[in-house]
Nanobody
Framework: QVQLVESGGDLVQPGGSLRLSCIAS????????MAWYRQSPGKQRELVAH???????TYTGSVKDRFTISRDNAKNTVYLQMNSLKVEDTAVYYC????????????WGQGTQVTVSS
């Protein structure tokens, strides 16, 4: 199995920056694409950024050019660099991974709170 643990969430002022980290453990050799999702009160969980095995990335329109997803496979870590943060970015951010092998399944982290407020 694969376990994901996020960190880096904090209270930050509008316009500020945060860097979220997600460390994977377990059968990390089986990890494929990884992603960051977020969920705010009263809203469905939404995909924020996705990074594929070949390095291609996708972003939801509201964060494009402000957020950057990256991964360091040697450290089994995925990052989300968030710049120019807005109040509407406030949410719990979750790390997600696709796991491949005899069975294909996914794994979620516990979430980390990001609060953008003045």
């Amino acid at each position: 199995q694969v376990q994901l643990v996020e960190s880096g969430g904090d209270l930050v002022q509008p316009g500020g920056s945060l860097r979220l980290s997600c460390i994977a453990s377990g059968n990390t050799f089986s990890i494929g694409a990884m992603a960051w999702y977020r969920q705010s009160p009263g809203k469905q969980r939404e995909l924020v950024a996705h990074i594929f095995n070949d390095g291609r990335t996708t972003y939801t329109g509201s964060v494009k050019d402000r957020f950057t997803i990256s991964r360091d496979n040697a450290k089994n870590t995925v990052y989300l660099q968030m710049n120019s943060l807005k109040v509407e970015d406030t949410a719990v951010y979750y790390c997600h991974a696709m796991i491949y092998g005899t069975m294909t399944y996914d794994s979620w982290g516990q979430g980390t709170q990001v609060t953008v407020s003045s």
